[in-house]
């Protein structure tokens, strides 16, 4: 079995000096998408099952209006699919660090910040995984982007702030903080210099790392906030929002003059970690003044539709599908029958790669800015290892490809390699030798 060792300081914040004495530390990897938790028993890493066996438990909540209860993971998104009435909510880590993280809101018969909502799914995970391993666990790891915010150092910083409160509020009494793609760096089999992609679901993190003879040198991590919901919300504004009225003129109460529809609705029905916000009767309102005001009517209706049935999630998902299916498919379709019977917007494998390019350029600038921050020169490095699930996209590969045309390729357990790499580092954390720290086969 392959060992793992850290022989340079992570570049990695710690929130509390942790008693490594006695603890056992669980180490989680709360994504955009999916959270995963893991920890060190008896020198390997395990993963911890949270849901139905699966190592993976999507971030998503589900609030029940009629039986007054809260839905996690699999459940959560059965529930809005199922079209129970209540509130769905997806890609929560996407709000760290903005006004919306800290603004009161009324959930069943609270009022509630953002952060205490994610509290309280940290909350789950923690009681999965004690209930799992049936340990104690009052220590976390967190993963964390390199930048959970690229271009705002103040934003940035907030983030880290409110992941830290939803710890502690979910009852941990010390958590430190590992970048993800350190953490894959634990994880991952081959010798010699690698880049760590790490495409989530908000952001793309970089680190290259040096491996020889089971010893993991860091040698520097950039990162960005883009990910598989940008993905999503431009492939949704691009081929999905014209359907209903992005784009679109709406006529003038007194005249024949028109304008073209507001562009926020449709920004925030295209963005996951809005759309659970849109649901009133004030927004619905609008919409239907708009369709009888518009030359063209029937695109408002859907939109219409769409919020007066709580469908913008359904839409998302549908989104999302239609981009997996055009990743490795000549033609594809985006299905929204769920809005209207036979509704749908092709979407090709050539044009996916249209829309997303402009991204895929920007993901490889920031490879290119973690192996010059490293001092590494893209020729040098032996493997490019992919994690995170949008790492999956062609797109993606094909840009790195170019970045490094010397390297060998190599998707790594996208969904897993992360949490992976937190066990390990947590299991050192908790006061093993680090040497030991072996690789799960």
Excluded at 407 to 422: I, N, R, W, Y
Aim: charged content about 20%.
């Amino acid at each position: 079995m392959p060992q793992r060792r850290l022989i340079k300081e992570p570049l990695s914040d710690s929130t509390d000096n942790m008693d490594a004495s006695a603890m056992t530390v669980l180490g989680i990897d709360f994504g955009t998408s999916n959270t995963a938790a893991g920890w060190l028993r008896d020198g390997q890493a395990e993963l911890i099952p949270l849901e139905d066996g699966s190592e993976t438990l999507p971030t998503a909540v589900f609030l029940d209006f009629a039986n007054r209860r809260t839905l996690y993971g699999r459940a959560a998104a059965e529930a809005m699919m199922d079209g129970l009435d209540g509130r769905f909510m997806r890609a929560l880590k996407s709000v760290l660090g903005t006004p919306l993280a800290r603004e009161k809101r009324q959930f069943l018969n609270e009022r509630l910040t953002l952060i205490e909502v994610i509290a309280r799914f940290l909350t789950e995970i923690k009681n999965r995984a004690e209930s799992s391993t049936k340990q104690s666990f009052i220590h976390a790891l967190s993963g964390r982007p390199v930048r959970f915010h690229s271009s705002d150092d103040a934003r940035d910083a907030q983030a880290l702030v409110d992941l830290t409160d939803a710890y502690q509020l979910a009852g941990f009494e010390g958590v430190s903080f590992l970048a993800e793609p350190e953490a894959a760096a634990l994880a991952v089999n081959g010798e010699g210099i690698n880049l760590i992609v790490d495409i989530g679901g908000g952001t793309s993190d970089f680190t290259v790392c040096r491996t020889e003879g089971g010893e993991t040198e860091l040698l520097g991590s950039y990162g960005i906030r883009l990910g598989g919901t940008d993905f999503d919300r431009m492939l949704s504004l691009g081929h999905v929002m014209p359907l209903f009225g992005h784009g679109a003129e709406i006529g003038s109460e007194f005249g024949s003059e028109t304008h073209t529809a507001p562009n926020a609705l449709f920004n925030d029905l295209a963005s996951w970690e809005k759309i659970a916000f849109l649901y009133g009767d004030k927004t619905l309102r609008e919409v239907r003044r708009w369709e009888k005001l518009a030359p063209a009517p029937r695109p408002f209706h859907r939109l219409g539709d769409v919020l007066e049935m709580h469908l913008g999630h359904d839409v998302a998902y549908a989104v999302e599908a239609g981009k997996i299916a055009a990743n490795t498919a000549s033609e594809a379709l985006i299905d929204l029958g769920v809005v209207e019977k036979g509704l749908n917007a092709p979407l090709s494998h050539a044009e996916l790669q249209m829309a997303l390019w402009e991204s895929g350029s920007q993901i490889a600038e920031g490879a290119k800015m973690c192996l010059a921050g490293s001092g590494i020169a893209p020729d040098a490095v032996d493997r490019v290892v992919f994690v995170g699930g949008s790492s999956l996209l062609g797109l993606v590969q094909q840009q790195l490809r170019a970045v490094c045309p010397q390297a060998e390729m190599e998707v790594s357990e996208v969904f897993t390699a992360v949490v992976h790499g937190l066990a390990i580092a947590a299991g050192e954390t908790n006061g093993h030798d680090s040497g030991s720290c072996q690789k799960s086969s």
